[in-house]
């Protein structure tokens, strides 16, 4: 059975730092993985898809790499902001037809 | 495009009552799901559907009930509400299938519900 973990489970830093959010899985066949930011109080927002056959997403300041031979995926952030403060969660897909396996989320505030 | 839409946003029910939550999505989507998020939880699958007349039980189906008649609806049912069942619950959509480019999963803003 798929299990998705995110270290740390919470993390405060200073405006302006780059920092990198992590999160392992244990099946390493899977078909794609899909990180989101969570305001609270609110729904899901994606930020980045990775399908297995890629190593990398970018979008503006984040990028998401894959490694899915050691089960591992990095959401790296630059130049962080307050309004980056979120909850980010990591799920991965086993195909295009199962759901999603989350993992319980990194909650980040960013200190102005 | 709407994208996936909830209904309602907040609903406060008494033990016992019953009541459906709807999502609806206009993306042409094949694959939707439900979830419920708690404090400490994270977000757990109640059910989901590959496509119309197509559902299937996720890790947490009791209490619940889904039926998937359209490819742009998919309703959850509460059949007796109880005080577990308090959580806010979101539904979720993707194109489905084997085609790699279109399986971003996209959530609706979610229902908070309240079981007395």
């Known amino acids: 059975k798929q299990e998705v973990t995110q270290i740390p489970a919470a993390l405060s830093v200073p405006e302006g730092e780059n920092l990198v959010l992590n999160c392992s899985f244990t099946?390493?066949?899977?078909?794609?993985l899909q990180w989101f930011r969570q305001d609270p109080g609110k729904g899901l927002t994606s930020l980045l898809l990775?399908?297995?056959?890629?190593r990398e997403q970018t979008s503006g300041r984040l990028n998401a790499s894959l490694d899915k031979s050691s089960g591992r995926s990095t959401l790296y952030i630059a130049a962080s902001q307050p309004g980056d403060s979120a909850t980010y969660l990591c799920a991965v897909g086993d195909s295009g037809n199962t759901p999603l396996v989350f993992g319980k989320g990194t909650r980040l505030s960013v200190i102005a | 495009n709407a994208g996936v839409t909830q209904t309602p946003k907040f609903q406060v029910l008494k033990t016992g009552q019953s009541m459906t939550l709807q999502c609806a999505q206009d993306?042409?989507?094949?694959?939707m799901s439900w979830y419920r998020q708690d404090p400490g939880m994270g977000l757990r699958l109640i059910h989901y559907s590959v496509g119309a007349g197509i559902t299937d039980q996720g890790e947490v189906p009791n209490g619940y009930n889904v039926s998937r008649s359209t490819t742009e609806d998919f309703p959850l049912r509460l059949l007796s509400a109880a005080p577990s069942q308090t959580s806010v619950y979101f539904c979720?959509?993707?194109?489905?299938?084997?085609?790699?480019?279109?399986?971003?999963?996209?959530f609706g803003p979610g229902t908070r519900l309240t079981v007395l």
């Open positions: 993306m042409n989507h094949e694959y």
């Open positions: 099946d390493s066949a899977i078909y794609n």
């Open positions: 990775i399908q297995s056959s890629q």
């Open positions: 979720a959509s993707s194109y489905g299938g084997d085609s790699r480019s279109y399986n971003e999963q996209f």
